[in-house]
C-alpha cells in the first residue's frame, strides 16, 4: 500500500539528495512539495524543486512556495556559503517547463492533509514556517495527518550554527515551537544522528558515474557541501540530514533509540535561541517513553545510510521512478 507524503524543503543540497531518495521509494505517494526560505529563499527553493523534478521525471507534484519570512523576523539571506548561491552548490540546471502551484505551501498541506485523512506522512527539511502556517489556518490539522517527521534540532549532540542551535530549528525557534507543542506526532531526526551518517568520496565517485542522469546532477551539486564539510570533519565529505529524515519518515532507516520524551525549543534572545531542550534525563535508566510527550528524539541509528542511499539514488527505478508509482 502507498503512502501520501506531504514533502516540505528548502532546496538545497542535501534536500535535493532528500527529494531523489524520496522518489526512489517505491512505497511513498509524493503527493506536494511546498518550499520555504532557509538555506536560499522559497522562490528559489521552488525553482530548484521543479527542476530537479523534470530530471527525476516527476512533473507530475505540485510544487508550491512558502513563506518567504520567518514568523517573528524577515529571512536574512539564507547560506549561500554552505549550499551555493543558488542553492544547489552551482549546479545548473535545465529550467522546468512548468511552474508552481498558486496555492501557498501551507495551504496544499491542508488540502493533503483533507485529502488524505489519516493517512498524510509530512516531512519537514527546512525551516517550521510553513507547517506553522498550516496549524494557525487549520487547526484540526493535527488531528488529520499520520505523522510529522522534521530534520531538525540537536539533543546530545552540539548544534551546527550556534554550539547548542541546528540551522533548521534557528532559523524559525517560534514555528519549531509551535510545530513541536501541536499535540500531533513528531519525529526529531537530529544532529545526533545526521551528523553520524555520513556520504564519502567513493559514494560521491559512484552517483558521478551512474549511467542515469538523475545520480550524476546530484553529484554535480555535491562538490560545494563537500567543501564545506572538509572543515568540520577534517575530510571532504558530506553529512546526510535531509535524506535521513525521509528514511526516517517512510521506515527505510529504522533507528536504534528513539524515546518520546519532552522538547521545548529555546525562543528566547539568548545564547540558547533555537536550542532543541529534549528531557532526556531518563537515559541512565533506558530511556523509556515519557506518557505525556507527542515527540520522538532520534538518537542512534545502526544501519549504514550512506550505502542505503548510494544504491537507492543510482538503482534504475531512481531516475525513472513512474508518475504516481
Ligand atoms: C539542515 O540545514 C540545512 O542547511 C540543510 O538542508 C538541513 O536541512 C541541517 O542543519
Ligand atoms: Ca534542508
Redesign the pocket.
Given at each position: 500500500m502507498s503512502t501520501p507524503v506531504y514533502f516540505d524543503?528548502?532546496t538545497?543540497?542535501?534536500?535535493a539528495l532528500a527529494l531523489a531518495y524520496l522518489v526512489a521509494q517505491p512505497h511513498a505517494d509524493l503527493r506536494g512539495i511546498g518550499t520555504v526560505s532557509?538555506?536560499v529563499d522559497a522562490a528559489q527553493a521552488a525553482r530548484n524543486t521543479l527542476d530537479l523534478l523534470a530530471v527525476l521525471g516527476r512533473d507530475d507534484v505540485p510544487v508550491a512556495v512558502g513563506e518567504h519570512d520567518f514568523l517573528t523576523h524577515p529571512y536574512d539571506g539564507g547560506?549561500p556559503h554552505?549550499?551555493g548561491a543558488n542553492g544547489i552548490g552551482g549546479a545548473r540546471l535545465e529550467a522546468a517547463d512548468r511552474t508552481v502551484d498558486g496555492r501557498s505551501a501551507a495551504q496544499l498541506l491542508v488540502d493533503l492533509a483533507h485529502q488524505h485523512p489519516g493517512a498524510l506522512r509530512v516531512v519537514a527539511?527546512?525551516p517550521l514556517t510553513n507547517l506553522a502556517r498550516a496549524l494557525e489556518l487549520e487547526p484540526r490539522l493535527p488531528g488529520l495527518v499520520a505523522s510529522v517527521t522534521v530534520?531538525?534540532g540537536a539533543a546530545l549532540a552540539p548544534g551546527?550554527?550556534s554550539p547548542v542551535a541546528?540551522?533548521?530549528i534557528a532559523n524559525d525557534p517560534e514555528a519549531a515551537q509551535a510545530v513541536v507543542s501541536a499535540g500531533w506526532p513528531v519525529t526529531l531526526v537530529p544532529?545526533d544522528v545526521?551528523m553520524a551518517h555520513v556520504l564519502e568520496q567513493a559514494h560521491l565517485d559512484r552517483l558521478a558515474a551512474a549511467g542515469q542522469e538523475a545520480p550524476r546532477v546530484l553529484a554535480s551539486m555535491l562538490g560545494q557541501y563537500f567543501e564545506f564539510y572538509r572543515d568540520i570533519f577534517g575530510r571532504a565529505c558530506s553529512?546526510m540530514?535531509?535524506p535521513l529524515?525521509v528514511a526516517v519518515a517512510l521506515g527505510t532507516a529504522v533507528p536504534d533509540a528513539a524515546p518520546r520524551v519532552p522538547v521545548v525549543v529555546d525562543t528566547g534572545d539568548g545564547p540558547g535561541r533555537g536550542q532543541t531542550i529534549c528531557d532526556l534525563r531518563g537515559r541512565y535508566r533506558g530511556l523509556a517513553d515519557h506518557p505525556e510527550a507527542t515527540c520522538r528524539v532520534v538518537l542512534s541509528l545502526g544501519t549504514d545510510f550512506a550505502e542505503d542511499l548510494t544504491r537507492a539514488l543510482t538503482a534504475p527505478v531512481a531516475a525513472t521512478a513512474a508518475a504516481g508509482a
Open positions: 524543503c528548502d538545497g543540497i542535501d534536500d532557509g538555506n547560506a554552505v549550499h527539511v527546512g530534520m531538525g551546527n550554527v541546528e540551522a533548521n544532529l545526521t553529512a540530514h535531509d529524515a
